[in-house]
């Protein structure tokens, strides 16, 4: 018998697919809050992962054999169920998949960027940035003369929308943001910032990592030229990550990597392209990885993306309000009425969230400490570190409840 929760997810029966929840250490069950960092993987991928290598392991569109043409069409499929996924229209042809976000970010700002930037030409992001869009525009913009703008964020943690209008103008050639804060969990209004972008010619790339997990995204309804994800962030493997791209702007573009897959004709003399995605795909891709997403994707529809949202809101809600009620705790972020999903980074008092998260981990509470991959923001909020806890489909109140007792616990000995 199913027995959904108000969010239409059954997360015991969730939580069978997931047998690595059932480890203990020191005598506690495992609270596993650390899935903005990596989630974990349900016994469905695991067994597909398995099942390639057992079955049908080989190389892709190169043998004409039949273990190849398995995997080719598998690898192949996957991008079309990746398409489908973020409403891509164009199919397969606006899919590649590269190792990670990351990668993802770097095949534009190096394809596009290195060619349509230069002096007086403004890239706009936002100040909370992870470091894999602030680092690689950066230092693109350092090769072309380029300069990179930051729209500010308001103290209650929320990106500020006046001010991004006042930096969007004539010189910007590239908008480039986050769609969820995986700091401040923080929902971005991306389509706004797609048309202020549109409206002065130029792109918008937006950094789905923490949004495509856990909330139905549809490419064409924010108009993003670009828009990037990792598999291992969405109950998939790792080494696969998907740059999504309008098709003519990927036809425009240089490839990034040169090598076997992504030619259609050489010459001691030149070289010419592979359709799309695979011009972008040199060499041996993550083909079991990407097959493996795709089963990942058909997972998370069986359980309804729109059901994943609300859960992860609910989540972060709970989280945010038990945390809030302690005095000694900071809140990093909106609240949940102004909209916040997935996760909350704190810190309790002057513990580093370093010492913090150790004490956690004596309670097998697993969370994320650090910066994030947002130094300039943590620089901001006037903190070096903060301790973050995020959710997934997985995830119970309960939970919350183990990471508030954890936290009650660490305070009374750093007292
Ligand atoms: N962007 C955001 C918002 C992230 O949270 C992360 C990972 O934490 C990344 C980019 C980078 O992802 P990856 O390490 O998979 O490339």
């Given at each position: ?31 596993y809050l650390d899935n903005a960092a990596t989630s974990q ?172 997990p856990n ?18 962030k ?78 992860e ?29 997935g996760l ?24 994320r ?20 806890a995020s959710f997934y489909v997985y995830n ?20």
């Amino acid at each position: 018998m199913s027995t959904q929760d108000a969010d239409g997810l059954d997360v015991a029966a969730i939580r069978e697919d997931f047998p690595i929840l059932e480890r203990e250490f020191n005598g506690n069950d495992l609270v596993y809050l650390d899935n903005a960092a990596t989630s974990q993987t349900p016994d469905q991928v695991v067994d597909e992962i398995a099942r390639y290598y057992r079955e049908y392991n080989a190389n892709v569109h190169r043998g004409l054999h039949q273990l190849s043409q398995e995997a080719s069409i598998a690898y192949e499929d996957a991008h079309d169920t990746v398409a489908e996924f973020v409403g891509a229209s164009g199919g397969r042809e606006e899919i590649v998949f590269t190792k990670n976000t990351t990668e993802s970010m770097n095949v534009v700002a190096s394809s596009w960027g290195l060619s349509e930037l230069g002096p007086g030409d403004e890239v706009v992001l936002t100040e909370m940035e992870h470091h894999a869009a602030l680092v690689t525009w950066q230092q693109v913009c350092k090769k072309t003369g380029a300069e990179c703008k930051f729209i500010r964020t308001t103290d209650d943690g929320q990106l500020d929308m006046d001010h991004a209008r006042e930096l969007i103008g004539e010189d910007t050639k590239m908008v480039s943001a986050v769609h969820v804060s995986n700091t401040l969990g923080c929902i971005n209004p991306v389509g706004e910032l797609a048309d202020l972008a549109h409206d002065h010619d130029a792109y918008v790339f937006v950094d789905g990592a923490q949004a495509a997990p856990n909330r139905p995204v549809d490419v064409e309804a924010i108009d993003a030229d670009f828009y990037a994800f990792s598999g291992h962030k969405m109950c998939g493997p790792t080494g696969v990550g998907v740059l999504y791209g309008k098709q003519h702007l990927l036809e425009a573009m240089e490839p990034y990597l040169y090598g076997g897959m992504m030619i259609r004709k050489v010459t001691f003399e030149d070289s010419t392209w592979n359709d799309l995605p695979w011009k972008f795909e040199a060499g041996t891709p993550p083909i079991c990885e990407g097959i493996a997403l795709g089963y990942a994707i058909n997972y998370l529809e069986d359980l309804g993306m729109e059901n994943v949202r609300r859960h992860e809101e609910r989540l972060a809600a709970y989280a945010y309000d038990r945390l809030t009620e302690m005095d000694d705790v900071d809140v990093y972020g909106p609240s949940p009425e102004q909209g916040r999903t997935g996760l909350v980074s704190f810190n309790l008092g002057d513990v580093h969230a370093h010492d913090l998260s150790s004490i956690l981990n004596d309670y097998a509470v697993a969370i994320r400490a650090g910066d994030h991959c947002t130094q300039p923001l943590h620089d901001e909020l006037g903190v070096a570190a903060s301790a973050r806890a995020s959710f997934y489909v997985y995830n119970t109140e309960e939970e919350v409840d183990k990471l508030v007792e954890a936290i009650e616990g660490a305070r009374e000995l750093f007292a």
